[in-house]
């Protein structure tokens, strides 16, 4: 029997490229539900998800910009609602490109594992058009998830990645949300690795769309080693449990 497949899209004013992107999934994986959490302020995006014809499409629209992390974790509370056996998560802007997803669904199958990440740290992978100042940020963030977390993940922070049925009910009992974004992916990564299950990480080709380049501060900075080190609190915790 067919494993089923949940892809989950946090959407933040995409209008411009969700049918798109949905479109160019189904290509590569037409077996699918998908799912769309829209936090956009205004109703564009939900409009034109409302103009898409096919049944395997959930539209979750919150109204309010709530966070990547939440638009995921809600998606995972809902997942387990259904009968699906992996839940991949995705960005809406194309900068994970839908025609790896099947490379993606083979390796948690064939490797038994409980998350694949496309990792843009792997000797194969690709980065194009990242302003200099976001890669340095992302390489910052990625070193010190690695030491705080004494972690051999290659790449905690990037969205693009799938997981078995069970790490996400233990991603659901065991993850406090410490915060958003990729402080709760790393979150994630440490929980997983603390049970032992499998995370492996495969290339991928990483296109950034350029909205501006981001002002890397030491504000972020500080501000993403304090969340490291409340994940290593809620660590320790746990290991005393």
């Not at 959490?37 to 979750?60: G, M, P």
């Not at 790896?100 to 669904?105: A, G, Q, S």
């Not at 409340?230 to 005393?240: A, D, Q």
Request: glycine letters at 4%.
């Amino acid at each position: 029997m067919e494993n089923k497949l949940a892809i989950v899209i946090p959407a933040y004013n995409e209008e411009g490229n969700i049918l798109q992107l949905i479109t160019s999934i189904n290509l590569f994986v037409p077996n699918n539900m998908i799912i769309a959490v829209d936090d956009s302020l205004n109703s564009k995006t939900s409009q034109v998800l409302a103009e898409y014809t096919r049944d395997n499409l959930k539209l979750i629209s919150r109204k309010q910009k709530l966070g990547r992390g939440s638009a995921v974790f809600v998606e995972m509370e809902q997942h387990m609602q259904y009968k699906f056996d992996y839940l991949l998560e995705m960005d809406a802007d194309f900068s994970h490109n839908p025609s790896e997803i099947p490379n993606l669904i083979s390796t948690i199958k064939i490797e038994n594992s409980d998350l694949v990440i496309a990792s843009r740290y792997l000797k194969g992978s690709k980065i194009s058009n990242w302003p200099i100042r976001k890669r340095i940020f992302s390489k910052i963030a990625n070193r010190l998830c690695a030491i705080v977390l004494s972690s051999n993940v290659n790449d905690h922070t990037n969205g693009f990645r799938i997981y078995s049925r069970r790490a996400i009910e233990l991603i659901l009992n065991e993850c406090e949300k410490i915060a958003d974004g990729f402080i709760f992916l790393s979150e994630i990564i440490a929980q997983l690795k603390l049970a032992e299950y499998k995370i492996i990480e495969k290339e991928t080709d990483f296109k950034n769309r350029i909205r501006g380049e981001s002002s890397l501060s030491w504000t972020e900075i500080h501000s993403a080693l304090i969340g490291l080190m409340l994940i290593k609190k809620s660590i320790k915790k746990s290991i005393k449990k």
